[in-house]
C-alpha cells in the first residue's frame, strides 16, 4: 500500500463518525470522501450531484453512481498513461450548447443559478470539468476497442438461432431522390455583403476587436465565441475557406472576402498548432427575396412537368441541374451518414427512417406514392443553412420489419460488434479492478448487487 493511499484509508476513517455526527447536530449536509479509486477520491457530492441531474438511475443510485463514477475513473487513469487529451475548445463548445438548453430550461441565468444555488461562472466551471472528463473516457473506451471488428460469417452465426420474434425491428425507411436550386441572388444585394464585410475589415485595421464584431455580426453559431472556430484541421473545413484560411500569417490581419458554401466570410487567424489552425471569422448570408424564392419555384415546377412528359428522368435532371452537391453525383439519390455513438460516420446508405430525413422533405414524402414526383417546396440546407427550393421523387418504402442480414446486414453488424466491444470493455474493467487500489468507506457498504463485483473488497493494493 503506497503513503498515498494509506492517507485516502485515515482520510475515510476520519470522515466516516465526525461528519455523520456533524450532519447530525447542525442538519446540514457535509461533504465525505466515500469511495476511493487508485489515486482520486469520489466525494458525496460527486454522488449527489450525479443524481439530481434528471438522468435517468436504474437501481439504487448509491449503488449505481459511485460504481459509474469508479469506471469512469479507471478509464481516466488510463487515458493518463495514453496520453489521450481533449482540447478545451471542443469541451467549450459542448458547454454552451449545454448552458443554453438549460437558461432556455430555466427561462433566465438568474432563475438557474437560483435553481443550482450557484454562480453561472460555477456552473460553467463545473460543467466543463464534467463534460471534458466524459469526453477524454470516452476517447479511451474508443481506443480501446478500435481494433475490434466482426466478419460476415460472425454476424450470421450470431442471429442464426435466434427466432423471428426476437429480431430487432427496423422501422419503416425510405429511399428519396432530391432535385434542389437555389433561388438567384442579384448582383446588387452580393455587393451589399462584400461591402459590408469590406467595412468589417477596416474597422479591424483601425483597432476594433474582431470577436466583438463577429459577436455583433456574424450570421454563424459561432458568434456566441466571437466567431472563433477552435482548432480544426483542413479537411475539416469547406474548401474555399480552408484555402484561404491556410495562407494566413499574422493574427493582427484580416483575410480577403472568400466565398463558401456557406455564403461569404473575413477570417482571422488566431493560432497554429502543428497541423491544425485556430480561426475566428464572420459569416454573411446574401439575403433571399420572395420574388426570387418564386422564380425558382416555377423552375423546378417546368423542370417537374417535362420529366412526367419523358423528355428526360429525374435522374438525368438531377445529375445535370441539382445544386444540392451531396445528391448530385448519385443522380439525386439522397446518401445517410450512419454514425457509431461517437457521432463517427461508419457507413453510408441510400435509405433514411423517416426522423433521419430533412424535416421539409419528410413532411412531403409521406404523401407521395413510391415513383410520385413531389410538388416544389421550400427548404433550409441542412448543412449550409440555407434557403433552397426542391423537388423530390420517392424511389422506395420500405416498410418496418424484422432485421434480415440480405436487407440490413450493417444494422446487425453493429449490434455484434458493439457487444464484442462491450465484452472487451468488461474484461478490461475486471482486469483493472484487481490491479487498482480501491477502498469503500463502511457507511457506504450497501450490499450492493454491482455490474462488476468485488469494489473494495480487501481496500489493500494488488499491484
Known amino acids: 500500500m503506497t503513503l498515498k493511499h494509506i492517507c485516502y484509508t485515515l482520510l475515510l476513517l476520519l470522515t466516516v463518525a465526525p461528519a455523520t455526527l456533524q450532519a447530525q447536530q447542525n442538519n446540514n449536509v457535509v461533504d465525505e470522501v466515500i469511495w476511493v479509486v487508485g489515486d482520486d477520491a469520489i466525494l458525496k ?6 443524481r439530481t441531474s434528471g438522468e435517468r438511475i ?11 463514477l469508479a469506471v469512469q475513473k479507471l478509464f481516466l487513469h488510463q487515458a493518463v498513461l495514453d496520453s489521450i487529451e481533449v482540447a478545451d475548445d471542443m469541451v467549450n463548445r459542448f458547454v454552451d450548447m449545454q448552458l443554453q438548453e438549460w437558461v432556455m430550461a430555466a427561462g433566465s441565468k438568474e432563475k438557474l443559478e437560483e435553481y443550482r444555488n450557484q454562480s453561472y461562472a460555477q456552473i460553467r466551471e463545473e460543467l466543463f470539468d464534467q463534460l471534458k472528463d466524459q469526453r477524454v473516457a470516452e476517447m479511451m473506451r474508443e481506443k480501446l476497442t478500435e481494433d475490434i471488428q466482426v466478419t460476415p460469417a460472425q454476424v450470421r452465426y450470431y442471429f442464426k438461432d435466434i427466432p423471428t420474434d426476437s429480431l430487432p425491428i427496423i422501422p419503416l425507411q425510405v429511399e428519396v431522390e432530391l432535385l434542389a436550386e437555389r433561388p438567384r441572388i442579384p448582383q446588387e444585394e452580393l455587393d451589399r455583403v462584400k461591402g459590408q464585410l469590406r467595412e ?3 474597422r479591424v485595421a483601425k483597432g476594433e476587436s474582431f470577436a466583438t464584431l463577429a459577436r455583433l455580426y456574424s450570421e454563424d453559431g459561432s458568434y456566441r465565441q466571437g466567431g472563433e472556430l477552435g482548432f480544426m484541421g483542413k479537411g475539416e473545413l469547406d474548401p474555399a475557406f480552408a484555402n484561404v484560411a491556410w495562407t494566413l500569417q499574422d493574427t493582427k490581419k484580416v483575410s480577403k472576402i472568400v466565398e463558401s458554401q456557406f455564403g461569404f466570410h473575413i477570417i482571422q487567424l488566431i493560432d497554429k498548432r502543428g497541423d491544425k489552425l485556430n480561426l475566428r471569422h464572420i459569416l454573411l448570408r446574401p439575403k433571399v427575396e420572395q420574388a426570387d424564392i418564386e422564380a425558382a419555384l416555377l423552375r ?8 412526367k412528359e419523358g423528355k428526360f428522368t429525374f435522374e438525368d435532371a438531377a445529375f445535370t441541374l441539382s445544386d444540392d452537391k451531396n445528391s448530385k453525383a448519385n443522380r439525386g439519390l439522397m446518401t445517410n451518414e450512419l454514425k457509431d455513438e461517437a457521432g463517427r460516420v461508419y457507413d453510408h446508405t441510400s435509405r433514411f427512417q423517416m426522423a433521419e430525413l430533412p424535416t421539409e ?4 414524402v409521406e404523401g407521395l406514392d413510391v415513383g410520385e414526383i413531389s410538388k416544389p417546396f421550400t427548404m433550409v440546407d441542412p448543412k449550409t443553412g440555407k434557403e433552397m427550393c426542391a423537388i423530390v421523387k420517392l424511389r422506395s418504402r420500405i416498410k418496418a420489419h424484422p432485421a434480415t442480414i440480405t436487407q440490413d446486414f450493417q444494422v446487425l453488424k453493429r449490434i455484434v460488434e458493439n457487444k464484442e466491444k462491450q465484452a472487451f470493455l468488461d474484461n478490461w474493467i475486471r482486469q483493472k479492478q484487481r490491479n487498482t487500489y480501491i477502498r469503500i468507506n463502511p457507511d457506504w457498504d450497501f450490499g450492493c448487487d454491482f455490474r462488476y463485483p468485488g469494489w473494495g473488497e480487501s481496500g489493500k493494493s494488488k499491484e
Open 300 to 307: 423546378l415546377d417546368s423542370i417537374s412537368m417535362d420529366i
Open 361 to 364: 422533405i419528410a413532411r412531403v
Open 58 to 68: 436504474n437501481g439504487n443510485p448509491y449503488c449505481v453512481i459511485p460504481e459509474m
Open 45 to 50: 457530492s460527486d454522488v449527489e450531484k450525479a
Open 200 to 202: 468589417y475589415s477596416e
